[in-house]
């Protein structure tokens, strides 16, 4: 089920909605309950045939992490403990994720005839990985026993379980826990319906608006230089408004239920360098990666020449984490080059005086734009030739096409350029706060004008008239 | 009530009357027709012929149904109607399969034509997803189900389009929208039915069509690095398979109703480049023609027209924009040959014109 569907809209967010507050009235317990299972119908209509292998997975997780919480076992059995629950997690991820491409490249190099075909869970990525940060700061004592329907929920809660963002479970179940969530708040309803209409004109008006551009570059005829740029900058934005519409949704969705998520998207085409740029994308990821890869590995702890290979071993398996194709190889070592190169300057390179900090920050914005728009060819292309293929023309300005059709899909792609940098963010638009559990308090206090409501209300009226029948979000594949 | 429920409840009437508001204007403006022939505002087309389809079977006369795939796009009605003594209603659709078209043929029949142009070929039997997981086809919408009229009264995008309709309607406003209406950005650029999808007039036929556009595309499609793809969809079994499903079946229900099928003049050079680059694909558009001639001429309402061995048309490059795509000329006389029952396939004989396609793509030699 997808939430830009009138399904989920009309259908099983008020369902569950109410079931969840009419529950809260009688028990601290029985909503926790409920929501967990509501979340296992929402999956099931993703891939029935899979919630036997995230129940199976949440049960050995939870077991995992009692016999590293609860039971007084030596450090040499806790470690032994550890590695048997991350090498499980990751043995399941890498059957279903990983075999298929493993199979292959074992074909193309022996000349093999193997055959292997596995569909991926939906998911499986984002519970898998959830999971494993739970283990681990189990093992390093970090987490208290937690009740089973908490863990089930924390792991299969709906809002996040499709496409993130990764949560924590320190962040997440002492909010299942508390009592005051099970009781409905209309300013939180309020909220979290405004933060799901922004997110849901993203996805349905302007992300799925300009994913037929995008068959400009990587459709069947051959591009020329300008439509090799529009289609490759109109996936840029394709992919942009529908992760950070899909965020947004979550967000929205999880704060009627009085649940705050932590964000996941913060304008990263507004980075002004590569590093900048990851602490605004897919931000749950990126701190998984930095505290159960980047840091695990030793980080920056044990030189700078080991700094940069450690960069580049979590960037290409943050590469292939997104999928099993080589692309994504490529798209994942391209950022740890422009990491490497971006941590190298700011070591090594001659700082701007602060009269010019303004143009170094534009100029960083610009170069960061670029670098990242050059990575999403190997992101979109659906194999290397491909993406060479759409690189070689963007570098070819002596075929140049620009008709009618070529100009008004131009001007398309500026338009979504603009929004991209210069419209503010949901957050900011809402005020919205993780760390403080704030939300809306210009709307609480009265000091917005009712012109705002009246807005939003039709960006809310404007994403659900642009729901299509078919469409789905790009992070599901991953 | 406190701040926040009052404002919870302005934000969802809000968002709900913006909603009814604009399902109310898709009602009103109709723009594929669905309801109603356009009356109040002037009608406008898309070309988008798997949408539009269940717009016309509903606001269009006719009394015969034209189908088929790209081979059959540019026809117009005038010229059939013309040529035929018919009133038509052209419903090709560009790369379409054959449970496509027998799908949309089936909704067609609920207004009971009297006659169907049929204009197929061995590919449309290709291999096909069901009609509801076909993501090109509003199912719904030819079916006119809740979830069909829904869609379409509650359609953002079908709401831009009754606007741009409405506004292109004020006289002041007409010839602005007009230049704007281009097809690029409103999607509902045609204003006559019979230009749906039929070349316009400053199109340049003889720079399309002609003989160095057809050998291009024959060595194009018989280079080793590509070749492959002219078996792409072949398979023998799950086209008959499709024949027996969209075809024999829709004529079995509809027994009187004329069925005018006819196979299309391809360039020779479509054949050659079977015989050349893939023998085994040749062989099964062979067989496919060797079980389906029969098995159409067993029913009394059809008529077979194999137009496949025209030597003076499929010879002659120069009529051809690719190795099986036709000009707009030999749509007229594809038209006068049906009117004059040419080329008819005779009950006694089904595979008589087969065998000699055959001869002549055996005897064809491609110029160096």
Redesign the interface.
């Known amino acids: 089920m997808l939430f830009n569907s009138h399904s989920f809209i009309f259908l099983f967010l008020p369902v569950v909605l109410l079931g969840y507050f009419a529950l809260g009235r009688r028990s601290n317990l029985a909503p926790v309950v409920w929501l967990a299972l509501a979340s296992l119908v929402f999956y099931a209509f993703g891939g029935g045939q899979f919630v036997p292998l995230l129940l199976v997975s949440i049960a050995f997780n939870y077991g995992v992490g009692y016999l590293l919480i609860a039971r007084k076992l030596r450090p040499g059995l806790r470690f032994a403990v550890l590695t048997i629950g991350v090498a499980g997690d990751l043995t399941v991820l890498g059957i279903f994720k990983y075999a298929g491409f493993f199979v292959a490249n074992l074909n193309a190099l022996f000349a093999t005839g193997f055959f292997v075909t596995i569909v991926l869970p939906v998911g499986i990525s984002f519970y898998t990985f959830t999971q494993i940060a739970f283990l681990v700061d189990a093992y390093r004592g970090n987490v208290a026993r937690y009740a089973l329907p908490h863990y089930a929920l924390f792991v299969t809660y709906f809002p996040h379980l499709i496409a993130g963002p990764i949560l924590h479970h320190k962040d997440m179940i002492p909010q299942f826990e508390r009592a005051e969530t099970k009781r409905p708040d209309p300013h939180l309803i309020l909220c979290g319906l405004i933060i799901f209409a922004i997110g849901l004109f993203k996805k349905t008006c302007l992300a799925d608006g300009i994913q037929p551009l995008v068959a400009q570059a990587f459709g069947p005829n051959a591009p020329t230089f300008d439509q090799a740029w529009i289609g490759v900058l109109a996936y840029t934005f394709q992919l942009y408004f529908d992760f950070s519409g899909y965020s947004d949704m979550a967000i929205g969705i999880s704060l009627m239920f009085g649940i705050i998520l932590p964000l996941n998207f913060n304008s990263p085409y507004k980075a002004t360098s590569v590093v900048d740029f990851w602490r605004r994308w897919h931000m749950t990821l990126s701190q998984f990666l930095r505290d159960y890869l980047y840091i695990p590995l030793g980080g920056n702890r044990h030189g700078r020449l080991l700094r940069y290979v450690n960069l580049m071993i979590t960037m290409l398996l943050g590469g292939l984490w997104h999928g099993a194709a080589w692309t994504f190889v490529v798209w994942g070592a391209l950022h740890g080059v422009y990491l490497c190169i971006n941590h190298a300057w700011s070591n090594y390179g001659p700082k701007a005086p602060p009269r010019f900090a303004r143009l170094a920050d534009i100029a960083g914005l610009i170069l960061t734009f670029l670098a990242v728009v050059i990575a999403w060819v190997f992101f979109r292309a659906p194999d290397m030739a491909t993406a060479l293929s759409v690189l070689s023309k963007m570098a070819d300005p002596s075929n140049i096409a620009f008709g009618r059709v070529e100009m008004v899909y131009a001007l398309f792609v500026a338009i979504y350029a603009a929004l991209a940098w210069l419209a503010p963010n949901t957050q900011e638009i809402m005020g919205y706060d993780h760390e403080n559990r704030s939300v809306g308090e210009n709307l609480r206090a009265q000091r917005m004008r009712p012109l705002f409501l009246y807005a939003t209300a039709a960006v809310l009226a404007f994403g659900i008239l642009g729901i299509q029948q078919h469409s789905e979000f790009i992070y599901f594949r991953f | 009530m406190?701040?926040?429920?009052k404002?919870?409840w302005?934000?969802?009437?809000?968002?709900?009357a913006?909603?009814l508001t604009?399902a109310a204007l898709n009602f009103v403006v109709d723009p594929l027709q669905l309801f109603r022939p356009a009356r109040l505002l002037p009608a406008m087309y898309s070309a988008d012929s798997r949408m539009q389809d269940a717009g016309l079977i509903r606001s269009q006369d006719f009394d015969t149904v034209f189908m088929g795939t790209s081979l059959a796009i540019h026809f117009r009605q005038s010229d059939i109607d013309r040529a035929l003594g018919v009133r038509s209603l052209k419903l090709s659709m560009t790369g379409s399969n054959s449970r496509e078209q027998g799908f949309v043929l089936t909704a067609a029949m609920e207004r009971r034509p009297k006659r169907v142009i049929w204009q197929m070929d061995d590919w449309i039997f290709r291999d096909a997803p069901e009609i509801d997981s076909d993501?090109y086809v509003?199912a719904d919408l030819y079916r006119r189900n809740i979830r069909g009229i829904?869609?379409y009264l509650?359609?953002?995008?079908m709401?831009r389009e009754s606007w741009w309709i409405a506004a292109r309607a004020i006289p002041p406003l007409e010839p602005i929208v007009a230049r704007l209406t281009?097809g690029?950005?409103f999607k509902f650029p045609i204003s006559r039915v019979d230009d749906i999808n039929a070349l316009r007039p400053d199109f340049d036929v003889a720079g399309f069509y002609n003989a160095n556009s057809a050998v291009a595309a024959f060595r194009r499609i018989t280079d080793p690095a590509r070749s492959h793809s002219i078996a792409e969809g072949y398979n023998y079994e799950a086209m008959v398979r499709g024949f027996e499903r969209d075809a024999i079946a829709l004529i079995e229900s509809n027994p009187n109703v004329t069925f005018d099928i006819y196979f299309a003049p391809y360039s020779i050079l479509h054949f050659v480049a079977m015989r050349d680059a893939s023998p085994a694909t040749l062989k099964m558009a062979y067989d496919l023609t060797a079980y389906a001639f029969p098995r159409l001429l067993q029913f009394p309402n059809v008529r077979l027209h194999d137009f496949r061995d025209v030597k003076e048309v499929t010879h002659d490059l120069g009529n051809y924009g690719d190795v099986i795509h036709h000009s707009p000329a030999i749509d007229l006389k594809i038209l006068s040959w049906l009117a004059e029952r040419k080329y008819v396939v005779a009950r006694g004989a089904p595979l008589a014109s087969l065998e000699r396609l055959k001869a002549q793509i055996e005897a064809y030699k491609v110029q160096p």
């Open positions: 406190s701040v926040s429920s404002n919870l302005r934000f969802l009437c809000a968002a709900a913006i909603v604009a993501i509003p829904g869609g509650f359609s953002g995008a709401a281009n690029v950005m």
